[in-house]
């Protein structure tokens, strides 16, 4: 299994990133994806799920409203569109699936993609 972010960077509070996570090493259509972020100082934060067409999305209600969470099975390819950007949006973003193996349950995760919002 192979998760890798990309589209983090610098924007300015009020601006949007789009971030993306390719998926690879497991049926992606099977599964619901979960992006993550982890801000300085702070534990892991769930921030929105997906299930595994796409038809049920949740949010954290930090981001609700504010953030799009999306996939396209088609290219193994999940979305977090962020939109009014805070500087509390500040963090590593990471995206995670989780499989059942005959061994157990797994979590995999990316390596993360930084978001900084400063103006």
């Known amino acids: 299994v192979q998760l890798v972010e990309s589209g983090g960077g610098l924007v300015q509070p009020g601006g949007s990133l789009r971030l993306s996570c390719a998926a690879s090493g497991f049926t992606f259509s099977n599964y619901a994806m979960r992006w993550y972020r982890q801000g300085p100082g702070k534990e892991r934060e769930l921030v929105a799920t997906?299930?595994?067409?796409?038809?049920?999305?949740n949010y954290a209600d930090s981001v609700k409203g504010r953030f799009t969470i999306s996939r396209d099975n088609a290219e193994n390819t999940v979305y977090l569109q962020m939109s009014s950007l805070k500087p509390a949006d500040a963090a590593v973003y990471y995206c995670s699936v989780v499989i059942l193996t005959i061994t157990g349950i797994r979590h995999y995760w990316g390596q993360g993609t930084q978001v900084t919002v400063s103006s």
């Open positions: 997906i299930n595994n067409t796409g038809g049920i999305t």
